[in-house]
């Protein structure tokens, strides 16, 4: 199932071309998204086929009609992996002479929550003078508390996937305060449901900026794939439901300037896109 907040206060699902409400089956609160978010996924196998069988033409809207929001709107946390692709290494050791380690000896870091924004909103640059880069990512919502599971186990603690951006601004800060600047997360177009994709680990990411393709990988080359980082991320803390994790971004990773339009592309989760400006 894929599941999409739109037009600031629904819920909805998406089929094809078109999004079905569900607002009121699912009893959403548009005034806590959030909370209802994570009532919504704690009654997902129960009321999964209560909600396919109510799905009717009469609730459906044309994708193309509709404003998607943020799919996670306000997550406790973002957990992100740094260096998850030895290719994205090299290019960082070349590029920046700054990426000795991956993710096996950097282990992760934190984003902002308030730097998410949805689809077909707008990257604010906070500098014109400094590189801002786009980094393309596969990212997954923690679907119940998870503390010391082991990878074996990690795909029992995952609701579901979407596409994320990574913005960055170059620099010598630590990572948290060069990519957790408002609006440096888009997030999107909505969660696919972790019993509908699958395996998350055999999926094409693309990443154009205009009409550049500048990404293009296959999640099979992570370093630590969805479920190690998973492992990894909750031996360290405790994961809560509605929590965020973002698995790295592969090579060809560039700058962003103001103007630009840049669409992120997951198979089997789908598409969106973002536009650049200056703060």
């Known amino acids: 199932m894929k599941i999409a907040l739109y037009n600031e206060t629904k819920v909805g699902v998406v089929k094809d071309d078109k999004i079905y409400d569900v607002t009121d089956i699912v009893s959403w609160d548009a005034d806590h998204p959030q909370d209802s978010l994570l009532t919504f996924m704690k009654s997902y196998k129960t009321n999964k086929e209560l909600i396919e069988e109510k799905l009717t033409e009469n609730l459906a809207q044309n994708l193309s009609e509709v404003k998607l929001n943020a799919p996670v709107p306000n997550p406790g946390k973002i957990v992100a992996a740094p260096v998850n692709y030895y290719l994205h290494q090299d ?8 990426a000795e380690y991956t993710i096996e000896k950097l282990g992760f870091f934190l984003k902002a929550p308030s730097s998410i924004i949805g689809p077909e909103d707008t990257i604010k640059l906070p500098f014109k003078d400094r590189r801002t880069d786009h980094e393309a990512e596969l990212a997954f919502i923690v679907d119940k508390q998870a503390k010391d599971v082991p990878a074996s186990e990690a795909h029992k603690y995952i609701f579901g996937y979407f596409g994320l951006l990574d913005i960055t601004v170059r620099g010598k800060e630590d990572r ?3 990519k957790s600047f408002d609006t ?8 696919v449901t972790a019993d509908e994709l699958d395996t998350p680990n055999e999926v094409d990411l693309n990443l154009w900026v205009n009409e550049e393709k500048r990404q293009e990988a296959n999640t099979r080359d992570l370093i630590y ?8 991320a909750s031996a360290v803390m405790t994961l809560e439901p509605g929590d965020i994790l973002t698995t790295g971004t592969p090579q060809g990773v560039g700058p962003i300037t103001a103007g630009d339009k840049v669409t992120l592309q997951i198979e089997r ?4 896109k973002v536009s650049v400006d200056y703060k």
């Open 225 to 232: 794939d969805c479920y190690k980082f998973l492992e990894a």
């Open 176 to 178: 948290p305060w060069r």
């Open 91 to 98: 290019e960082m050791n070349e590029q920046f002479n700054n």
């Open 184 to 191: 440096f997360t888009p997030i999107g177009p909505w969660i």
């Open 269 to 272: 989760v789908g598409e969106f």
